[in-house]
Antibody, heavy 122, light 107 residues
Framework: EVQLLESGGGLVQPGGSLRLSCTAS????????MSWVRQAPGKGLEWVSA????????YYADSVKGRFTFSRDNSKNTLYLQMNSLRAEDTAIYYC???????????????WGQGTLVTVSS | SYELTQPPSVSVSPGQTARITCSGD??????TYWYQQKPGQVPVLVIY???ERPSGIPERFSGSSSGTTVTLTISGVQAEDEADYYC??????????FGGGTKLTVL
């Protein structure tokens, strides 16, 4: 059974930093690209970032480019999202999501974690 | 960046057919995916690659594509289908985008 478990969310002041983690199980982690998707309270889904299966390629939404860094450790089946210079508008539930197709950088998401809430407020 | 446009809301009576559209310039070149999200729950993939249905998704869910518009059709809508629906696609640069979401209300 595929499982994705996010952690690391919490309350942080504007301008602060936070690192999210997502631990995966139930599939061959190193063969799938992965993504982070966020959802602000009462709002729609927003794609944040993607990483290739090897970790050699990363992609970011314009809204987070230069502030967020997506990485992975395939030996630990874990993703990391380093978030710096946080703003109030970054407040959201952050989901990690698994690509539908192995090795595909583009495409849809067939499994989602339960999400971790990030609140940016003073 | 590019955008996908969905109607904010669609309302249908039980047993009727609901159609939710998603428009975007890149849709003729990239596959579209549809997700259902009920309040307090995680999104669920209901259609992938424009027209394919994942295992476990009822047959009343279907997808179609024509030019720059893709459509999610729910035939014989049931009360349990009331949810937010999002389309999602990508561009060749590796970025993805979601539509703004459509709230389906079953009257």
């Amino acid at each position: 059974e595929v499982q994705l478990l996010e952690s690391g969310g919490g309350l942080v002041q504007p301008g602060g930093s936070l690192r999210l983690s997502c631990t995966a199980s139930g599939f061959t982690f190193s063969t799938y690209a992965m993504s982070w998707v966020r959802q602000a309270p009462g709002k729609g889904l927003e794609w944040v970032s993607a990483i290739s299966d090897s970790g050699g390629g990363t992609y970011y939404a314009d809204s987070v480019k230069g502030r967020f860094t997506f990485s992975r450790d395939n030996s630990k089946n874990t993703l990391y999202l380093q978030m710096n210079s946080l703003r109030a508008e970054d407040t959201a539930i952050y989901y990690c999501a698994k690509r539908l197709d192995a090795a595909a950088t583009l495409g849809g998401f067939d499994y989602w974690g339960q999400g971790t809430l990030v609140t940016v407020s003073s | 960046s590019y955008e996908l446009t969905q109607p904010p809301s669609v309302s249908v009576s039980p047993g009727q057919t609901a159609r939710i559209t998603c428009s975007g310039d890149t849709l003729p070149k990239q596959y579209t995916y549809w997700y259902q999200q009920k309040p307090g729950q995680v999104p669920v993939l209901v259609i992938y690659k424009d027209t394919e249905r994942p295992s476990g998704i009822p047959e009343r869910f279907s997808g179609s594509s024509s030019g720059t518009t893709v459509t999610l059709t729910i035939s014989g809508v049931q009360a349990e289908d009331e949810a937010d629906y999002y389309c999602q696609s990508a561009d060749s640069s590796g970025t993805s985008v979601f539509g703004g979401g459509t709230k389906l209300t079953v009257l």
